[in-house]
Nanobody, 126 residues
Framework: QVQLVESGGGLVQAGGSLRLSCAAS????????MGWFRQAPGKEREFVAG????????VYADSVKGRFTISRDNARNTMYLQMNSLKPEDTAVYYC???????????????????WGKGTLVTVSS
């Protein structure tokens, strides 16, 4: 049974930082691209960042480029999202997801993802 569990969310002031973690179990984590997505109240879920199975390739949404950094530790079956210079518009529930296919490139498309975590809430106050 595949499980993805996010942690690290919370309340932070604008300009602050948070580090999210996604702990994976039940899948060959080292062989799957992973991604972070977010959903703000009343809005559709959107792509934030993606990382290849090896960690050598990353992609970011324009809205977070230069502020967020995605990384992974395959030995710990864990993915991370370092979020700096947070803005109120970053407020959302953040989800991690695994790709449908092994050895694939990171994708920004929800339909390319298979398993999802339950999310962790990030609130940025102004």
């Amino acid at each position: 049974q595949v499980q993805l569990v996010e942690s690290g969310g919370g309340l932070v002031q604008a300009g602050g930082s948070l580090r999210l973690s996604c702990a994976a179990s039940g899948l060959a984590f080292f062989s799957y691209a992973m991604g972070w997505f977010r959903q703000a109240p009343g809005k559709e879920r959107e792509f934030v960042a993606g990382i290849s199975w090896s960690g050598s390739s990353t992609v970011y949404a324009d809205s977070v480029k230069g502020r967020f950094t995605i990384s992974r530790d395959n030995a710990r079956n864990t993915m991370y999202l370092q979020m700096n210079s947070l803005k109120p518009e970053d407020t959302a529930v953040y989800y991690c997801a695994s790709a449908k296919s092994r050895w694939s490139r990171p994708s920004s498309h929800l339909q390319d993802m298979d398993y999802w975590g339950k999310g962790t809430l990030v609130t940025v106050s102004s």
